[in-house]
């Protein structure tokens, strides 16, 4: 019921920046809330931010400072400004979208396609 499609993904020199966006589309009523995750080689999966359909955000200890993540509602995208990369801000960055669905107000997660970003040293 919703595709999400990631873009921005580069290889950048640390202490560069990287803009990540994410678009929903599909059949859908509302999105809550979207986020951005990412998994680095040998690392689980983490939440790196989040951000509620009302402009509510919270982010990974790791990122605080650094990234800012933020939501157009009018054209279902989110976006993730990536600031002072460091090397081990490299990982897959996957784009993660709560939705209600279906009139009985079914809810789902749904999962973009992830985007690399590399941080050279």
């Known amino acids: 019921q919703v595709q999400l499609v990631e873009s921005g993904g580069a290889l950048v020199q640390a202490g560069g920046s990287l803009r990540l966006s994410c678009a929903a589309s599909g059949s859908f009523f509302s999105i809550d809330v979207m986020g951005w995750y990412r998994q680095a080689p040998g690392k689980q999966r983490e939440l790196v931010a989040a951000?509620?359909?009302?402009?509510?955000?919270n982010y990974a200890d790791s990122v605080k400072g650094r990234f800012t993540i933020s939501r157009d509602n009018a054209k279902n995208t989110v976006y993730l400004q990536m600031n002072s990369l460091k090397p081990e801000d490299t990982a897959v960055y996957s784009c993660?979208?709560?939705?209600?669905?279906?009139?009985?107000?079914?809810?789902?997660?749904?999962w973009g396609q992830g985007t690399q970003v590399t941080v050279s040293s």
């Open positions: 993660n979208a709560q939705a209600v669905y279906s009139t009985l107000y079914v809810k789902g997660n749904f």
């Open positions: 951000i509620t359909s009302g402009g509510s955000t």
